[in-house]
C-alpha cells in the first residue's frame, strides 16, 4: 500500500440472510482511493453500491455479514475493531451523507444540536465551544443567518437545506473521507447543482477523499477523478473518469454510456439499449453475471466469472472481461 | 410529423388555472390558497411530443391532471379535438376519456396488485363497453401485450412478477387499449434505470411512429425530454416561462430560469464538464402557498430588474423574429424582452 493510500478494500464479500437463503450481495470486491481522491461509484439499482458502502463503516445491520475480505483506512482494517473503536471513526475520521436527509437528521433535536453533538463527542470541545464551530460550518455550507437558525428543527428546512445542514455535520470533524449515498437524488435540478458544486468545494479546499454514489453519468463526469462501475455485485470496470469515458471496455458499460440521451447529439435517434434487466442476486448465472444480456457472450462467459484485469498494461484502468473481437 | 402550422391543435389549453384551498382544523377554516396552475397556456399539434418540464412542486402533474378532467378547474379553457371539454359533465366526459389517457410515474403503485395482466391491460375496454367477445377480448390483449414487447403468455401473472421496466409496459399497454390519440406520460421513465428507460423510450417513440399518437410527455429529467419531444415548455412555480422547438430551447434558451436549469444538468462527457461555465443560481423554488411578487423568478433571477418585482412578465409571442435564431412560435415569459417584443418595461 502506498503511502498516499487512504482506503484499501480487499477482496470484500457481503452477504444477506433473508426469507430466500443467503444473498450474496457484494462479491470479490476490491478498489483503494488516494487521499484527496473523489471516486464515483455507479452501477443499476441493486447492484452493491450502498451495501459497499455501509460495510466499510459497518452499518449494514442485523441480517448483514461480511463473509470475507478487509477494508484498511489509514492502515487499520475497520473490520477487525472493536465496536467502539469503529464508533469513534464514525463521523470522526469518515462520514456518512445519505440520500434523504430527513431519515438522517432527528426530527426531534434542534439543528444546532445536531450539527455540534458530534463535535463535542470527537474533538473533546464544550457545548458553547461546538455551538460555535455549528454557526461557523452552517455558514460555510450558505444557510443564511446560521446562528438565528440553531433552534430549528428539521422540518422548519427544505430538502435542500437539510442536505446542506447533512454536509456540515459531515465536515464537522474534518474528516478524511466522506461516504455521500447518492446525495442529491430527492433534490430539484437547480438545487442538486448547488449542492454538488459545495460538496466538491469544500472536499477539494480540505482535501477530503469522496466516495460519491450516483447513478448519474453526467454527476460522475462533472465531479469524479475516477469512476467504479458495479453490477451484480463487483466491480466490472474502473478507469480514471476521464479514460472511462473516452475508452470504455467493458461491454456493460459501453452499453451504458450509450443508453443515455445525451443534451448534445442527435436528438430522437433511436437510443441503444442493454437487453432484458439487471440479474437477480439470489440467482446469479454460474459465470459473468452479464452474459444474458451480452451480445459478445461466447461458452467461457457462461462457465467462469472474468477477473478485473488491467486493460492494455494501464494498471489504473482495468475491466473484468474475457474480451470480444471489436 | 405532421406539423402543420394552422390546423386545429389535438388539445388547447388557454390560461388554465387550479388553485387549491388550505384549510385548517375541524372546521375546515380557508386559511390561504395554493396557486398550482396559474395561467398556463399551450397546444398541441397532431403528432407530436410536447415536453413539459420544470421542478418538484411547479404544477406539471396538476396542469396533466386538469386537462384530463380529474382535477376541478379555477378559470381557463380547454379544447380537445376542436371541442370545449371545459364545461363537460362526467358522463359527457366519458366518450372523450376514449381519446386520452395517462402513463404515470410509479410503476409500483399504479397496478392492482390483486388483478392479472390480463385483467389491468383489458380493464379500459369492459369499462367503455368494448369486450364483446371473449376471443376477440383475449385477441385485443394478446395484440397490445405484443405491441409494447411482452410475451402474451405471461398474461397470467401478477404485476409483482414483472420488473419496473415491463411494468411501465404493462401501463402503456393499458393506455393503449381504447386507441386514445392523446397520451398523457407523467415521468414515465423517472423511476427506471439508465438502460432500462433507453428501453422505455424507444417504445413510446415506435408507437407514436407506428399509431400517429401525440405526447404531452412531463418529465424532470431534461436530457430525456430533449430526447423524446419535438417542442418543449418550461414552468416555474404555476406558470410556463419558455416554449420553444426542442432544438431551439437547447441551443439558444431565452428565459434566465431556462438557462439556469440547462447550466445545472451535468453532461456526461468529463472533458466537456472540465471547461463548462456553470452558472449556478441562488436559493430554491419557493413555496406555491407564497409566491413571490411580478415575475415568480425574480428573487432567483441573476438577471433582475425593477420592473420584475412589480409586474408579472406575460408569455409573448416572437413575432416577426424578433429573438434571434429562434421561429415565430417561441414565446418567453420574461421582461428583458419587452422591447424585442415591443412593448413598455
Ligand atoms: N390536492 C392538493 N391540495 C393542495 N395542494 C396541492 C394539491 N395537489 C397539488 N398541490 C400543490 O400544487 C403544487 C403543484 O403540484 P404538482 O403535483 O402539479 O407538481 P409537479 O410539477 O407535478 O411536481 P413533481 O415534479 O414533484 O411531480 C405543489 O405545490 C403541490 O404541493
Ligand atoms: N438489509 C438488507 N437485507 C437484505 N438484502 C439487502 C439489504 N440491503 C441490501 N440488500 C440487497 O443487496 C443488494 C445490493 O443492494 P444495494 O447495495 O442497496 O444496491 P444499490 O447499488 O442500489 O445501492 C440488493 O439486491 C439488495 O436488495
Ligand atoms: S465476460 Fe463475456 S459475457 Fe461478460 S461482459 Fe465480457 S464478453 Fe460479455
Ligand atoms: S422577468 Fe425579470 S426576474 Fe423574471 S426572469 Fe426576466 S429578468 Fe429575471
Ligand atoms: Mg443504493
Ligand atoms: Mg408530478
Same mark, same amino acid.
Given at each position: 500500500?502506498?503511502?498516499?493510500?487512504?482506503? /484499501?478494500?480487499?477482496?470484500?464479500?457481503?452477504?444477506?440472510?433473508?426469507?430466500?437463503?443467503?444473498?450474496?450481495?457484494?462479491?470479490?470486491?476490491?478498489?483503494?482511493?488516494?487521499?484527496?481522491?473523489?471516486?464515483?461509484?455507479?452501477?443499476?439499482?441493486?447492484?452493491?453500491?450502498?451495501?459497499?458502502?455501509?460495510?466499510?463503516?459497518?452499518?449494514?445491520?442485523?441480517?448483514?455479514?461480511?463473509?470475507?475480505?478487509?477494508?484498511?483506512?489509514? %492502515?487499520?482494517?475497520?473490520?477487525?475493531?472493536?465496536?467502539?473503536?469503529?464508533?469513534?471513526?464514525?463521523?470522526?475520521?469518515?462520514?456518512?451523507?445519505?440520500?434523504?436527509?430527513?431519515?438522517?437528521?432527528?426530527?426531534?433535536?434542534?439543528?444546532?444540536?445536531?450539527?455540534?453533538?458530534?463535535?463535542?463527542?470527537?474533538?473533546?470541545?464544550?457545548?458553547?465551544?461546538?455551538?460555535?464551530?455549528?454557526?461557523?460550518?452552517?455558514?460555510?455550507?450558505?444557510?443564511?443567518?446560521?446562528?438565528?437558525?440553531? /433552534?430549528?428543527?428539521?422540518?422548519?428546512?427544505?430538502?435542500?437545506?437539510?442536505?446542506?445542514?447533512?454536509? *456540515?455535520?459531515?465536515?464537522?470533524?474534518?474528516?478524511?473521507?466522506?461516504?455521500?449515498?447518492?446525495?442529491?437524488? $430527492?433534490?430539484?435540478?437547480?438545487?442538486?447543482?448547488?449542492?454538488? $458544486?459545495?460538496?466538491?468545494?469544500?472536499?477539494?479546499?480540505?482535501?477530503?477523499?469522496?466516495?460519491?454514489?450516483?447513478?448519474?453519468?453526467?454527476?460522475?463526469?462533472?465531479? *469524479?477523478?475516477?469512476?467504479?462501475?458495479?453490477?451484480?455485485?463487483?466491480?466490472?470496470?474502473?478507469?480514471?473518469?476521464?479514460?472511462?469515458?473516452?475508452?470504455?471496455?467493458?461491454?456493460?458499460?459501453?452499453?451504458?454510456?450509450?443508453?443515455?440521451?445525451?443534451?448534445?447529439?442527435?436528438?430522437?435517434?433511436?437510443?441503444?439499449?442493454?437487453?432484458?434487466?439487471?440479474?437477480?442476486? *439470489?440467482?446469479?448465472?454460474?459465470?459473468?453475471?452479464?452474459?444474458?444480456?451480452?451480445?459478445?457472450?461466447?461458452?467461457?462467459?457462461?462457465?467462469?466469472?472474468?477477473?478485473?484485469?488491467?486493460?492494455?498494461?494501464?494498471?489504473?484502468?482495468?475491466? *473484468?472481461?474475457? %474480451?470480444?473481437?471489436? | 410529423?405532421?406539423?402543420?402550422?394552422?390546423?386545429?391543435?389535438?388539445?388547447?389549453?388557454?390560461?388554465?388555472?387550479?388553485?387549491?384551498?388550505?384549510?385548517?382544523?375541524?372546521?375546515?377554516?380557508?386559511?390561504?390558497?395554493?396557486?398550482?396552475?396559474?395561467?398556463?397556456?399551450?397546444?398541441?399539434?397532431?403528432?407530436?411530443?410536447?415536453?413539459?418540464?420544470?421542478?418538484?412542486?411547479?404544477?406539471?402533474?396538476?396542469?396533466?391532471?386538469?386537462?384530463?378532467?380529474?382535477?376541478?378547474?379555477?378559470?381557463?379553457?380547454?379544447?380537445?379535438?376542436?371541442?370545449?371539454?371545459?364545461?363537460?359533465?362526467?358522463?359527457?366526459?366519458?366518450?372523450?376519456?376514449?381519446?386520452?389517457?395517462?402513463?404515470?410515474?410509479?410503476?409500483?403503485?399504479?397496478?392492482?396488485?390483486?388483478?392479472?395482466?390480463?385483467?389491468?391491460?383489458?380493464?379500459?375496454?369492459?369499462?367503455?363497453?368494448?369486450?364483446?367477445?371473449?376471443?376477440?377480448?383475449?385477441?385485443?390483449?394478446?395484440?397490445?401485450?405484443?405491441?409494447?414487447?411482452?410475451?402474451?403468455?405471461?398474461?397470467?401473472?401478477?404485476?409483482?412478477?414483472?420488473?419496473?421496466?415491463?411494468?411501465?409496459?404493462?401501463?402503456?399497454?393499458?393506455?393503449?387499449?381504447?386507441?386514445?390519440?392523446?397520451?398523457?406520460?407523467?415521468?414515465?421513465?423517472?423511476?427506471?434505470?439508465?438502460?432500462?428507460?433507453?428501453?422505455?423510450?424507444?417504445?413510446?417513440?415506435?408507437?407514436?411512429?407506428?399509431?400517429?399518437?401525440?405526447?404531452?410527455?412531463?418529465?424532470?429529467?431534461?436530457?430525456?425530454?430533449?430526447?423524446?419531444?419535438?417542442?418543449?415548455?418550461?414552468?416555474?412555480?404555476?406558470?410556463?416561462?419558455?416554449?420553444?422547438?426542442?432544438?431551439?430551447?437547447?441551443?439558444?434558451?431565452?428565459?434566465?430560469?431556462?438557462?439556469?436549469?440547462?447550466?445545472?444538468?451535468?453532461?456526461?462527457?468529463?472533458?466537456?464538464?472540465?471547461?463548462?461555465?456553470?452558472?449556478?443560481?441562488?436559493?430554491?423554488?419557493?413555496?406555491?402557498?407564497?409566491?413571490?411578487?411580478?415575475?415568480?423568478?425574480?428573487?432567483?433571477?441573476?438577471?433582475?430588474?425593477?420592473?420584475?418585482?412589480?409586474?408579472?412578465?406575460?408569455?409573448?409571442?416572437?413575432?416577426?423574429?424578433?429573438?434571434?435564431?429562434?421561429?415565430?412560435?417561441?414565446?418567453?415569459?420574461?421582461?428583458?424582452?419587452?422591447?424585442?417584443?415591443?412593448?413598455?418595461?
Amino acid at each position: 500500500m502506498s503511502s498516499d493510500t487512504l482506503l /484499501d478494500i480487499e477482496h470484500l464479500s457481503v452477504s444477506f440472510r433473508t426469507d430466500r437463503g443467503k444473498v450474496r450481495a457484494v462479491s470479490d470486491l476490491s478498489l483503494s482511493l488516494k487521499r484527496g481522491e473523489t471516486l464515483a461509484i455507479v452501477g443499476e439499482s441493486g447492484s452493491g453500491k450502498s451495501v459497499t458502502a455501509l460495510s466499510i463503516l459497518r452499518l449494514l445491520g442485523d441480517n448483514g455479514v461480511i463473509d470475507h475480505g478487509r477494508v484498511v483506512f489509514e %492502515g487499520r482494517n475497520l473490520l477487525s475493531l472493536s465496536t467502539d473503536e469503529i464508533r469513534r471513526i464514525r463521523g470522526d475520521r469518515i462520514a456518512m451523507i445519505f440520500q434523504e436527509p430527513m431519515s438522517s437528521l432527528n426530527p426531534v433535536l434542534t439543528i444546532g444540536k445536531q450539527v455540534a453533538e458530534p463535535i463535542c463527542l470527537h474533538r473533546d470541545k464544550n457545548w458553547d465551544e461546538a455551538f460555535e464551530i455549528a454557526v461557523e460550518l452552517l455558514t460555510k455550507v450558505a444557510i443564511p443567518d446560521a446562528k438565528e437558525r440553531l /433552534d430549528d428543527y428539521p422540518h422548519h428546512f427544505s430538502g435542500g437545506m437539510r442536505q446542506r445542514v447533512m454536509i *456540515a455535520m459531515a465536515l464537522a470533524c474534518e474528516p478524511r473521507l466522506i461516504i455521500a449515498d447518492e446525495p442529491t437524488t $430527492a433534490l430539484d435540478v437547480t438545487v442538486q447543482a448547488q449542492i454538488l $458544486a459545495l460538496l466538491n468545494e469544500l472536499t477539494e479546499q480540505s482535501q477530503t477523499a469522496l466516495i460519491l454514489i450516483t447513478h448519474d453519468l453526467g454527476v460522475v463526469a462533472r465531479y *469524479a477523478d475516477r469512476v467504479a462501475v458495479m453490477y451484480g455485485g463487483r466491480i466490472v470496470e474502473t478507469a480514471d473518469a476521464k479514460e472511462l469515458y473516452a475508452n470504455p471496455q467493458h461491454p456493460y458499460t459501453v452499453g451504458l454510456m450509450a443508453s443515455i440521451p445525451g443534451i448534445e447529439g442527435d436528438a430522437g435517434a433511436r437510443l441503444i439499449t442493454i437487453d432484458g434487466q439487471p440479474p437477480d442476486l *439470489a440467482d446469479l448465472p454460474s459465470g459473468c453475471a452479464f452474459a444474458t444480456r451480452c451480445q459478445h457472450a461466447h461458452d467461457a462467459c457462461r462457465t467462469s466469472i472474468p477477473a478485473l484485469d488491467p486493460v492494455e498494461q494501464n494498471p489504473s484502468h482495468r475491466s *473484468a472481461c474475457f %474480451g470480444y473481437p471489436l | 410529423m405532421s406539423l402543420v402550422k394552422n390546423e386545429e391543435p389535438l388539445l388547447k389549453v388557454d390560461d388554465l388555472k387550479v388553485h387549491f384551498t388550505l384549510t385548517k382544523g375541524f372546521m375546515q377554516k380557508p386559511v390561504g390558497s395554493v396557486k398550482a396552475v396559474d395561467g398556463v397556456s399551450f397546444e398541441l399539434r397532431h403528432g407530436e411530443t410536447f415536453g413539459l418540464v420544470g421542478e418538484s412542486g411547479c404544477g406539471k402533474s396538476t396542469t396533466a391532471l386538469a386537462v384530463l378532467r380529474m382535477q376541478p378547474l379555477t378559470g381557463g379553457l380547454i379544447k380537445f379535438e376542436g371541442n370545449d371539454i371545459t364545461q363537460l359533465e362526467p358522463h359527457q366526459m366519458r366518450p372523450l376519456r376514449r381519446r386520452m389517457q395517462m402513463v404515470y410515474q410509479d410503476p409500483f403503485s399504479s397496478l392492482n396488485p390483486r388483478m392479472r395482466i390480463r385483467d389491468i391491460i383489458g380493464e379500459p375496454l369492459l369499462v367503455h363497453g368494448l369486450a364483446t367477445d371473449r376471443r376477440s377480448f383475449r385477441a385485443r390483449i394478446d395484440e397490445l401485450m405484443d405491441m409494447v414487447g411482452l410475451l402474451p403468455d405471461m398474461s397470467d401473472r401478477y404485476p409483482h412478477e414483472f420488473s419496473g421496466g415491463q411494468r411501465q409496459r404493462i401501463g402503456i399497454a393499458r393506455a393503449l387499449a381504447l386507441e386514445p390519440s392523446l397520451i398523457i406520460c407523467d415521468e414515465p421513465v423517472s423511476a427506471l434505470d439508465v438502460s432500462i428507460q433507453a428501453q422505455v423510450l424507444n417504445l413510446l417513440m415506435d408507437l407514436q411512429r407506428e399509431l400517429g399518437l401525440t405526447y404531452l410527455f412531463i418529465a424532470h429529467d431534461l436530457s430525456v425530454v430533449r430526447h423524446i419531444s419535438d417542442r418543449i415548455g418550461v414552468m416555474y412555480l404555476g406558470r410556463i416561462v419558455e416554449i420553444a422547438g426542442r432544438d431551439e430551447l437547447f441551443a439558444s434558451p431565452k428565459h434566465p430560469y431556462t438557462q439556469a436549469l440547462l447550466s445545472s444538468i451535468p453532461l456526461p462527457d468529463p472533458a466537456l464538464e472540465a471547461t463548462r461555465p456553470q452558472q449556478l443560481i441562488v436559493g430554491e423554488v419557493p413555496s406555491p402557498k407564497t409566491p413571490p411578487s411580478g415575475c415568480h423568478f425574480h428573487p432567483r433571477c441573476p438577471k433582475v430588474m425593477s420592473v420584475c418585482s412589480v409586474h408579472s412578465p406575460n408569455l409573448a409571442r416572437n413575432q416577426a423574429g424578433s429573438l434571434p435564431n429562434h421561429s415565430d412560435e417561441s414565446q418567453v415569459a420574461c421582461h428583458l424582452y419587452d422591447a424585442s417584443f415591443g412593448r413598455e418595461g
